[in-house]
């Protein structure tokens, strides 16, 4: 065999350990975040909802795991969403939708007793004043956003994000809503669970 062949094709199986070694490290750590991901959608990421039925109208409020929102949202890259969640592991979001019996548009003066552009931007734009939160170490505190779906009458339902600050990461929470748009008056939203970890 030739001297100089025995060096390059040692080379060659190194570069190729090398990229084979890489490549299964890569995919490791992909499969983890899917693990994650599949194991969000075993769990239900919307498993935590809770339902009202007050009057005509479903109200029903799910804590959203913020991981889940940061898979969904950012993508996959298993590291930044981890530096993320540790920024910003304080933070809680809720979404709440309204929904009549009837799957008519709740936006309707006959429900609000407003005008209907009246309403959408009292949805958009007020609507986060009515929502606060209180934990389980008793603290309260005041929803600090609001995101308004607008779906322009192709959904039954009107849905909210909401974004609360300040919350213990351990805490369970129970949401208030003290319904100013349709006159329900106050509705109280349990979580008893420990929010869902990534």
């Known amino acids: 065999m030739n001297p100089r062949i025995l060096p390059i094709t040692s080379y060659c199986l190194m570069i190729c350990l090398f990229f084979i070694s890489c490549n299964q490290e890569v995919s490791t750590k992909t499969s983890s975040v899917e693990e994650h991901l599949y194991t969000f959608k075993q769990q239900g990421w919307k498993s935590k909802r809770v339902v009202q039925f007050v009057g005509d109208i479903n109200y029903s ?90 779906n322009f009458k192709v959904a039954p339902f009107k849905r909210v994000l909401l974004h609360f600050n300040g919350v213990n990461p351990d805490d369970t929470i129970k949401l208030i809503y003290q319904d100013y748009l349709f006159g329900n008056g106050i509705i109280k939203f349990n979580f008893n669970d420990t929010p869902l970890k990534f």
């Open 61 to 150: 409020a799910t804590e959203v795991p913020l991981q889940y929102y940061l898979l969904k949202n950012i993508g996959e890259d298993a590291s930044k969403i981890d530096s993320i969640y540790k920024a910003n592991n304080r933070e809680r979001i809720i979404e709440v939708e309204f929904q009549h019996a009837d799957q008519t548009d709740l936006l309707k003066s006959e429900y609000t007793e407003r005008e209907y552009d009246e309403a959408v931007k009292y949805m958009a734009f007020s609507i986060n004043k009515d929502f606060k939160i209180i934990t389980s170490s008793n603290d309260t505190i005041v929803c600090s956003g609001a995101n308004f779906e607008r």
